[in-house]
């Protein structure tokens, strides 16, 4: 049913970098979650009069304020498929995960309801009976909120999309409940034992959680967030991959939305070729990187020594000292101005995220200290410094 309506209602359904096409995904979700919550408010209002059923006719109101979460969904989405304009100069992305934290702060409010409503059973006491109505009524609710789940999962996953996979949370949270007050029901009346109160504070400790974990989720990009590790290792490539590249460092992106990204780092060109030469080359990488990545790039050039063999004997020395007080250190623009007999060494220091403030000024001063021991008249001027890398273990 799913790649039935991407592949009916989304035209060029498999690009999906471009932001038209993803606004069609998210609208095409929203849509679908409008329709199906609207329908089982109908069909349980209907019943719920029918047989002046309270409970019926209050899940029935239910199911219409979640169809909010679809319309902030479609709202959202399509507010944020906007493109740039005088006052947003990166376009309205990030509205997109606006919409997400709405969103998420609905699934915590259904969870805390649903804990009020579970401590106050537990106080007050009520006997569940078994009406078989209204229970096919709730097992066919859990079937279209599950398959609703799924559906926002999925296209949320392929899309990237935040807003969808908090819509689709908040589907499976009514899944959840519902499904306790169903197994609750089948219990109390084939052993006349009622846990619904007990099943209610798991599940709403549950649904709180997955609300606490999806604003968590939402708010990272908002604040701002380290580069994912394969994304890091994509831009870092391909910019050494280009010649006349010596290496790359420094990278820092800024997201503005799914497939709204901006970054930065320093490429490393040998200092014996025209800047021209070298400027040209930059530029290239920077068209490049729009075209192949979709990411605004801009890239710093640093200046290294090739020829040198003085430097290039400080630089391994260096390189071997570094590496012998930590494997995890490494460095970058290595440069030696010389003053008579006086050698500066000038270079930033990467320290790993695990180390203090202490820790690195006792390894950058070991280091001054074994650089010195190593030749005399050599003097060093470090800066420390950290990568915006993410650990490898952290990507989504």
């Keep these: 049913m799913t790649e039935f309506l991407v592949n009916k209602f989304i035209k060029d359904s498999a690009n999906i970098e471009s932001t038209e096409v993803r606004t069609r995904y998210g609208m095409l979700a929203s849509v679908v979650g409008i329709f199906c919550n609207v329908l089982l408010f109908s069909v349980k209002l209907a019943i719920g009069l029918i047989l002046s059923s309270l409970a019926v006719t209050a899940d029935a109101f239910n199911n219409l304020s979640d169809a909010a979460s679809s319309i902030i969904s479609f709202v959202g ?31 915590i409010e259904v969870g805390f309801t649903f804990f009020k409503s579970s401590i106050s059973k537990i106080m007050h006491p009520e006997e569940i009976t078994f009406d078989p109505v209204p229970f096919i009524i709730l097992i066919l609710s859990i079937l279209v909120k599950l398959w609703m789940a799924f559906f926002n999962n999925k296209l949320g996953k392929r899309i990237d999309s935040k807003v969808m996979l908090a819509t689709a949370a908040d589907s499976l949270g009514d899944v959840i409940t519902t499904s306790a007050t169903v197994i609750s029901i089948v219990i109390c009346h084939f052993t006349s034992i009622n846990v619904d109160a007990i099943a209610g504070l798991i599940v709403s400790g549950i649904v709180i959680w997955s609300g606490v974990s999806i604003a968590k ?41 799914p497939n709204r990204s ?9 200092n014996d070729v025209s800047i021209e030469a070298s400027h040209e080359i930059i530029d290239r990488i920077e068209r490049d990187a ?14 290294v020594e090739m020829r040198d063999e003085e430097v290039l004997e400080l630089r391994d020395k260096t390189s071997h000292i570094v590496h012998a007080l930590d494997p995890e250190l490494h460095f970058h ?28 000024n006792r390894v950058m001063h070991q280091l001054i200290a074994l650089l010195h021991e190593m030749e005399k008249n050599v003097d060093c001027i470090i800066t420390l410094d950290r990568s915006f890398e993410a650990p490898k273990n952290n990507i989504t």
């Design 262 to 270: 901006m970054a930065t780092i320093h490429a490393e060109v040998p």
């Design 333 to 360: 623009d290595f440069r030696v101005l010389k003053e008579n007999e006086q050698k500066n060494l000038i270079f930033d220091l990467v320290v790993p995220d695990s180390y203090t403030e202490k820790d690195a």
């Design 217 to 257: 989720d939402t708010l990272e990009p908002l604040i701002g967030q380290r580069v994912p590790s394969e994304l890091y290792q994509k831009i870092t490539d391909m910019v050494e991959s280009y010649e006349g590249i010596v290496g790359a460092h420094d990278l820092i992106v800024h997201n503005y939305g």
């Design 77 to 107: 989405v399509k507010m944020a498929g906007k493109p740039a304009d005088a006052e947003h100069p990166f376009g309205h992305g990030r509205i997109e995960y606006i919409a997400a934290l709405i969103v998420s702060f609905l699934v």
């Design 290 to 303: 729009k075209k192949e990545l979709n990411i605004l790039l801009v890239i710093h050039m640093d200046p």
